[in-house]
Antibody, heavy 122, light 108 residues
């Protein structure tokens, strides 16, 4: 059973960089056909897709966040990471990592981490 | 950007009743739409992918239908554990993966 676990600071100061890591267990991050994803959810609001990374390092980001987002992968540790720069209070949210299964044009987020709340405040 | 509009925002029903949730896309997404269930304090859980395929372990009372711009998630007979928020997500212009704003299914 694949499990994902987010980790990182729960409090970040405005203008700084938010950094989170997702550790994958029960499966290899280097397995083909999977895209390792970050999604966030503002308090009481809907889900917002942030971006994906493939084990090879290929990345895809939401156009609205692209200028501030970097997603990277460390296959030796079975981890992938999110960095979001120049944060403001509007970036306060629960951040989820997830595994997207893709087969042809069929894609879905099959496994999710439990989520971690990141608050941006001085 | 493809916009997904879910309706109603809140649906109040009793256990045993049938629930019908709608998701409308601003342009065709073919059948590349997924549904997720989220309970308070939990991560979302995949229910349906490709509009009508149930994910592994999902009870048969959950079904999805639709194509193009109009989609429906139906819960045939509500169980107490089904009261949650439901989100649709389009996969048509992958890798972009926009979500709808959610429908809250609450106990009447």
């Amino acid at each position: 059973q694949v499990q994902l676990q987010e980790s990182g600071p729960g409090l970040v100061k405005p203008s700084q960089t938010l950094s989170l890591t997702c550790t994958v267990s029960g499966g290899s991050i280097s397995s083909g056909g999977y895209y390792w994803s970050w999604i966030r959810q503002h308090p009481g609001k809907a889900l917002e897709w942030i971006g994906y990374i493939y084990y090879s390092g290929s990345t895809y980001y939401s156009p609205s966040l692209k200028s501030r987002v970097t997603i990277s992968v460390e296959t030796s540790k079975n981890q992938f990471s999110l960095k979001l720069s120049s944060v403001t209070a509007a970036d306060t949210a629960v951040y989820y990592c997830a595994r997207e299964n893709c087969s042809g044009l069929t894609c879905y987020l099959g496994y999710w981490g439990q989520g971690t709340l990141v608050t941006v405040s001085s | 950007e493809i916009v997904l509009t879910q309706s109603p925002a809140t649906l109040s029903l009793s256990p045993g009743e049938r629930a019908t949730l709608s998701c409308r896309a601003s342009q065709s997404v073919s059948r590349y739409l997924a549904w997720y269930q989220q309970k308070p304090g939990q991560a979302p859980r995949l229910l349906i992918y490709d509009a009508s395929n149930r994910a592994t372990g999902i009870p048969g009372r959950f079904s999805g239908s639709g194509s193009g711009t109009d989609f429906t998630l139906t819960i045939s007979s509500l169980e107490p554990e089904d009261f949650a928020v439901y989100y649709c997500q389009q996969r048509s212009n992958w890798p972009s993966g926009t979500f709808g704003q959610g429908t809250k299914l609450e106990i009447k």
